[in-house]
């Protein structure tokens, strides 16, 4: 069975600033893909960026970056010039190439304050 | 594309009773998914829908949960006699059937529920 670990319950990143979250996975398959989801306070949860595992090059959404270490099994996601509208919990998730099941980490709730 | 809709947005009842959660999906999304997620915890795969065939179902999802999706748009989860342990935030998402590779999951806002 899979399993995502988010060591860092709470992080706190002043307006501007660059933040990094940490995530790593357990799994025994090579085929996978990988999300960070955000979750504002009180609204639904967006997809902030997708890795495919078989893909060697980070993934890179405006602001937002990856750094995905196949061997080591980590999967951090780096926010740029964070801004107010950046506070939420942020949730790793993993995904078998050959299945449906997220499996999600427990989340680190970021704070970006003025 | 209104985006995914849950309702009733909350629900408190009491032990023992039966409640029914509805999903309407992003109209033309083919696959649904439905989600438990407690309190300071990610969500936890319960059961997914490709169309109305329910074609994956977490072991979490015990014989007092039932869901289905019957003509392959909405879907219903029902809890049958609640306990005190089902109080989660359940969440339902949706993606459309990809060429390869999976497709982003559009969640909708969740039903709180609060057994007594």
């Known amino acids: 069975a899979q399993t995502v670990t988010q060591s860092q319950p709470e992080m706190s990143v002043q307006e501007a600033e660059t933040v990094t979250l940490s995530c790593t996975y357990d799994?025994?398959?090579?085929?996978?893909?990988l999300f960070w989801y955000k979750q504002p306070p009180s609204r639904q949860m967006i997809l902030v960026i997708r890795?495919?595992?078989?893909?060697?090059q980070n993934a890179t959404e405006n602001r937002f970056s990856v750094n995905f270490q196949k061997a080591a099994k980590s999967f951090s996601l780096k926010i740029s010039d964070s801004q107010l509208g950046d506070t939420a919990m942020y949730f790793c998730a993993f995904l078998p190439g050959n299945g449906q099941n997220f499996v999600f980490g427990p989340g680190t709730r970021l704070s970006v304050l003025p | 594309d209104t985006g995914v809709s849950q309702n009733p947005r909350h629900k408190i009842t009491k032990r023992g009773q039966n409640v029914t959660f509805r999903c309407d999906p992003i109209s033309e999304h083919n696959r649904l998914y439905w989600y438990r997620q407690t309190l300071g915890q990610g969500p936890e795969f319960l059961t997914y829908?490709?169309?109305?065939?329910?074609?994956?179902k977490s072991r979490l999802l015990s014989d007092r949960f039932s869901a289905e999706r019957p003509k392959g748009s909405f879907s219903t989860l029902e809890i049958q006699r609640t306990e005190q342990g089902d109080s989660a935030m359940y969440l339902c998402a949706s993606s459309p059937r990809g060429t390869g590779g999976p497709d982003t999951q559009y969640f909708g806002p969740g039903t709180r529920l609060t057994v007594l």
């Open positions: 890795q495919e595992a078989y893909k060697q």
């Open positions: 799994t025994s398959e090579n085929n996978y893909y």
């Open positions: 829908f490709q169309n109305e065939a329910q074609l994956e």
